[in-house]
């Protein structure tokens, strides 16, 4: 789950900002929200078994080494949990995560 979250941020921020560099600090544990909801039959089509909905929010994102935000970064993922493996860099499923929604946002 990590790396996806961690591609899903990097290309985010590397389009909005046109950024050479981004870097952010780990975030509090306060600021970490996980959602997990398993799906039934007739909400999607088998392929996926439950939405994860994570939420982070960061006090120090730095964007080409001088612009500092503080930023929540919000996804949605759909997780096909059957194919999960424990060794993400196996291959075996191409269908285990899939990207439904992001929503990024600066704070205040």
């Given at each position: 789950?990590?790396?996806?979250?961690?591609?899903?941020?990097?290309?985010?921020?590397?389009?909005?900002?046109?950024?050479?560099?981004?870097?952010?600090?780990?975030?509090?544990?306060?600021?970490?929200?996980?959602?997990?909801?398993?799906?039934?039959?007739?909400?999607n089509?088998?392929?996926?078994?439950?939405l994860?909905?994570?939420?982070?929010?960061?006090?120090?994102?730095?964007?080409?080494?001088?612009?500092?935000?503080?930023?929540?970064?919000t996804?949605?993922?759909?997780?096909?949990?059957?194919?999960?493996?424990?060794?993400?860099?196996?291959?075996?499923?191409?269908?285990?995560?899939?990207?439904?929604?992001?929503?990024?946002?600066?704070?205040?």
């Amino acid at each position: 789950m990590q790396v996806w979250m961690h591609h899903s941020l990097v290309d985010y921020y590397h389009n909005k900002y046109h950024a050479d560099s981004v870097n952010w600090g780990e975030p509090k544990p306060e600021g970490i929200r996980i959602w997990i909801k398993q799906l039934g039959p007739s909400e999607n089509d088998r392929i996926y078994t439950h939405l994860i909905k994570i939420s982070l929010q960061r006090d120090e994102l730095i964007i080409n080494d001088k612009k500092k935000i503080k930023t929540e970064d919000t996804f949605t993922y759909a997780v096909n949990a059957r194919l999960l493996s424990l060794c993400p860099e196996s291959g075996k499923s191409e269908k285990e995560f899939k990207l439904m929604n992001s929503y990024h946002k600066v704070r205040p």
